[in-house]
């Protein structure tokens, strides 16, 4: 691996140079959790990055940092959009409130996972627990992206099959 000294005016020029591309990128996956800003600032390091790890023999610098700014963006983008909850209405609020309903979350999980197996459990809470992406369970486990993926989709029709959606009728 090539790792290089990059000056201010290099890095200066670099940045002139690749402005188009960050903004386009950073505006696509801007959104309310995901800011225009923290993804410049993303590109603005992926950018550093990219110009001291190139290697010349691989193709076009422009190809190889989009592709790492692409990456980098839609990575941060997608852990972002795997984290929010939905809020619960001021009114189911004050109905939890009034009926003291308490749920044992510990409990609630370990009885959502039971139906799976020790590797689906793993591959889930590794998931959605640790917020894991793929790749990196495929790491933790070591198994293939296919099977880490695969078991994350048996995994949660098991889920949707003892825990079906319950309806609400207005």
Request: glycine fraction near 2%; aromatic fraction near 12%.
């Amino acid at each position: 691996m090539i790792k290089r000294r990059i000056t201010s005016s290099y890095f200066n020029k670099s940045h002139k140079n690749m402005i188009g591309l960050m903004t386009q990128i950073s505006k696509k996956y801007s959104s309310s959790t995901v800011t225009f800003e923290d993804n410049m600032a993303v590109a603005l390091e992926q950018l550093l990055y990219a110009m001291i790890h190139y290697n010349p023999d691989r193709g076009a610098f422009t190809t190889y940092f989009y592709h790492r700014l692409w990456g980098c963006i839609r990575h941060s983008y997608q852990r972002q959009e795997r984290c929010i909850c939905p809020s619960n209405s001021e009114a189911e609020m004050l109905t939890l409130q009034e009926n003291k309903m308490e749920i044992d979350l510990p409990m609630f999980v370990d009885e959502l996972l039971s139906c799976l197996n020790p590797y689906q459990r793993k591959v889930i809470e590794s998931y959605f627990l640790k917020n894991l992406t793929l790749r990196e369970i495929e790491a933790i486990t070591n198994t293939s992206y296919t099977t880490v993926q695969t078991n994350r989709e048996k995994a949660l029709k098991k889920i949707r099959v003892k825990f079906p959606k319950e309806e609400k009728y207005v």
